[in-house]
Structures are given as C-alpha cells and as structure tokens.
C-alpha cells in the first residue's frame, strides 16, 4: 500500500488576512485572491494572520515602511517606521509577535504572505534611507523574514505569484511533500499503519520517504538528488536529529527549483524502465512514443501518467508503486488551473 501521497483532509496553511478578503490594511481595504481562497482552498485549511492589526496599529493606521542605513545593506539590518513619522518603530512588536505565533503555526504546512508589504512580502521589498528615498528592493517583509528563521524548510509563496499556474503547481507540490514528510516519518499521522502492524523505524521512514520522492526529485534537479543519495549513504557520523533535518531541508531544496520538460522525461523513462519487462512490443511502443510526444511538447504529462499507471499493476515491484511521481499530480487534481 502506498502510504506517502497527500492527505485527504485539508492541510493547514498560513496566510496573510487581507489576502483572505478581510479589510485589515493600512487604508481600510483589503486583496482578496480568489486564486487562494477558491481553488487552493479547496485543498488548503486557512489559518489567517494579520501581523500589523494584531501588534494594536488599527485600522485604518498609518503606513509603515522597511529603512536601511545604505543599500545593499544585510536583510536583517533593517527597522519597520512609519513613513511619515519615522519615529514610530515598530521593529520589536512585529517580531515579537512572529515569535508568539510559532506554536500556532508549528501545525501549518506551508505559508502564502502579501507582497511588496513592509511585514509580509517575501521578495523584493522596497527599502528606504531615513531621508525617505527609495534605496533597493532587496526587502523582505519583518514578520515573513522572522518565520523563514523559525520554519527554515516551510514552503512559502507570495499571493501574486501564485496567479501563475507553474509557480501555483511548484507550492502545491512542496507542501504536499513537506506535509508527507511530517505525516509519515515523524510519524504524525497514526492511521497510516493498522492496529498492531510494526511500525518501521523513524530512519527507516525517512529512508522511505527519500525512495518514494526519488523520481520526482529527479524531475525537480537530477545533480541535487544524486547529492542527496550520497549524504544518505555517508550519514554515519549524523545524529538521527540532524540526519533528518539535512534531508528534509535538501529534498525542499531540490523540489523548489520547477521540474524542466528533459529532467522530467529523464525521470519517466526511469519508471517506464521498471515496467518494460511486463509490456509487449506494441505496448513498450506506444510508452516510448508518449514519451517522446511529452518531450517535444506534444503530449501533456499527465497523458504519460495515465499510461505509465495503466501499466503499474503487472509490476510487483514495490519501489515503482510507491513512485510519488506517479502518484496524481496538483494538476491532475484541478488545482493547477483557474478560470
Ligand atoms: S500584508 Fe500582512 S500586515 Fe499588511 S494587511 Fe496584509 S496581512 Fe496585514
């Protein structure tokens, strides 16, 4: 049975609460992403979090920007002000409440933060000198910034990227795998395993996890997965603790880079390996064409999933069964595209 594949249930995410459509910005308004709340929330339960309205600013309040003392100054070598009174810093009780906030999110399984904000923006923030003058845009958010210290492997995405369907797909995909990951090798989902069944052990599990992603991680970064195999063969010296951390922090690695077309031929050529065996002639043709079709771009992947499935019960391999690449993909799940 295949125990590493998304959960039924809907996973808790973090979001910022504006993006929800609830009217806490700085002018009283809101921007609602129908993207976040009406397709990815059909997979995703929302913990919504407002930093600015729950450290007492108000709304409506005064706007507040990143200051730095020079450009290209370090990412944590900055202060949140006001932009018309730069006096008013509130540089201590956003991070202070960030810090609050971490046993409520240590349940969620990804993060979706408002860009371009001065406490949520996750790339590219404007940052300003003390004379009010834009300076860079090498900001991160205070609030986002403190979480990536707290949850360094969490997947996070900015709202507006998630309207692009590749970038969309990319987030869901690491936080079904960062959600797999909590689920069976820490073992926080108990009815993976019937009642009186051995549960295998914390290492075996993660040795587990590693093989079922195999594939997929190869679709995302073949150098990086290789990397990540020679680790698991050379992890003697590790302790358990800082085995698994290192592991789950390259395999969200590997994973946010965005699978090419040639990797990902790459990795279905693996799996139609494991199957050739069971296939007659025309069969084997007819894969090896579907292949090929994806490759150039005339087939799409899930065409090559559906076959590649079509095929997996002559298999009594486990290792291809338990394939996350050949587990139904975000979207194949209708998650990846909105209308
Ligand atoms: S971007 Fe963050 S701080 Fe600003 S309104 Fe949205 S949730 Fe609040």
Same mark, same amino acid.
């Given at each position: 049975?295949?125990?590493?594949?998304?959960?039924?249930?809907?996973?808790?995410?973090? *979001?910022?609460?504006?993006?929800?459509?609830?009217?806490?910005?700085?002018?009283?308004?809101?921007?609602?992403?129908?993207?976040?709340?009406?397709?990815?929330?059909?997979?995703?339960?929302?913990?919504?979090?407002?930093?600015?309205?729950?450290?007492?600013?108000?709304?409506? !309040?005064?706007?507040?920007?990143?200051?730095?003392?020079?450009?290209?100054?370090?990412?944590?070598?900055?202060?949140?002000?006001?932009?018309?009174?730069?006096?008013?810093?509130?540089?201590?009780?956003? !991070?202070?409440?960030?810090?609050?906030?971490?046993?409520?999110?240590?349940?969620?399984?990804?993060?979706?933060?408002?860009?371009?904000?001065?406490?949520?923006?996750?790339?590219?923030?404007? !940052?300003?000198?003390?004379?009010?003058?834009?300076?860079?845009?090498?900001?991160?958010?205070? @609030?986002?910034?403190?979480?990536?210290?707290?949850?360094?492997?969490?997947?996070?995405?900015?709202?507006?990227?998630?309207?692009?369907?590749?970038?969309?797909?990319? @987030?869901?995909?690491?936080?079904?795998?960062?959600?797999?990951?909590?689920?069976?090798?820490?073992? +926080?989902?108990?009815?993976?395993?019937?009642?009186? +069944?051995?549960?295998?052990?914390? *290492?075996?599990?993660?040795?587990?996890?590693?093989?079922?992603?195999?594939?997929?991680?190869?679709?995302?970064?073949?150098?990086?997965?290789?990397?990540?195999?020679?680790?698991?063969?050379?992890?003697?010296?590790?302790?358990?603790?800082? $085995?698994?951390?290192?592991?789950?922090?390259? *395999?969200?690695?590997?994973?946010?880079?965005?699978?090419?077309?040639?990797?990902?031929?790459?990795?279905?050529?693996?799996?139609?390996?494991?199957?050739?065996?069971?296939?007659?002639?025309?069969?084997?043709?007819?894969?090896?064409?579907?292949?090929?079709?994806?490759?150039?771009?005339?087939?799409?992947?899930?065409?090559? $999933?559906?076959?590649?499935?079509?095929?997996?019960? !002559?298999?009594?391999?486990?290792?291809?069964?338990?394939?996350?690449?050949?587990?139904?993909?975000?979207? +194949?799940?209708?998650?990846?595209? @909105?209308?």
């Amino acid at each position: 049975m295949m125990r590493i594949q998304p959960r039924q249930s809907k996973i808790p995410v973090g *979001i910022s609460q504006c993006a929800m459509g609830d009217p806490v910005r700085y002018n009283g308004g809101h921007k609602h992403s129908k993207v976040c709340t009406e397709l990815l929330g059909q997979c995703f339960e929302y913990v919504p979090l407002c930093p600015e309205v729950a450290i007492g600013m108000g709304v409506p !309040r005064k706007p507040i920007h990143l200051l730095v003392e020079k450009g290209n100054a370090p990412v944590d070598a900055v202060r949140v002000v006001g932009v018309d009174d730069p006096g008013v810093d509130v540089t201590g009780p956003l !991070r202070q409440y960030a810090d609050s906030v971490v046993p409520q999110l240590e349940r969620v399984r990804g993060y979706i933060f408002m860009q371009n904000s001065p406490s949520c923006g996750l790339h590219g923030v404007r !940052r300003y000198l003390d004379n009010g003058h834009g300076i860079d845009s090498e900001g991160v958010g205070l @609030f986002a910034r403190r979480l990536q210290q707290h949850f360094p492997h969490l997947p996070m995405e900015e709202v507006g990227r998630l309207n692009n369907s590749e970038l969309r797909e990319n @987030f869901l995909t690491r936080v079904f795998a960062y959600d797999a990951w909590f689920r069976y090798v820490e073992g +926080e989902d108990t009815t993976l395993w019937k009642e009186g +069944e051995k549960v295998p052990s914390r *290492i075996a599990r993660l040795i587990d996890f590693y093989t079922a992603y195999k594939y997929l991680l190869l679709a995302h970064n073949q150098d990086a997965t290789r990397d990540l195999g020679r680790l698991l063969a050379d992890s003697k010296s590790m302790s358990e603790d800082e $085995l698994a951390f290192a592991v789950r922090g390259r *395999i969200m690695q590997i994973l946010s880079r965005p699978a090419s077309r040639k990797d990902r031929t790459n990795a279905l050529m693996h799996s139609q390996g494991h199957l050739r065996e069971f296939l007659n002639k025309q069969e084997k043709a007819e894969l090896q064409r579907l292949i090929e079709d994806y490759r150039q771009g005339r087939k799409p992947l899930s065409a090559v $999933l559906t076959l590649l499935r079509h095929f997996l019960p !002559r298999s009594p391999n486990s290792f291809i069964h338990n394939q996350v690449l050949l587990a139904a993909e975000p979207a +194949e799940l209708g998650l990846c595209e @909105f209308r």
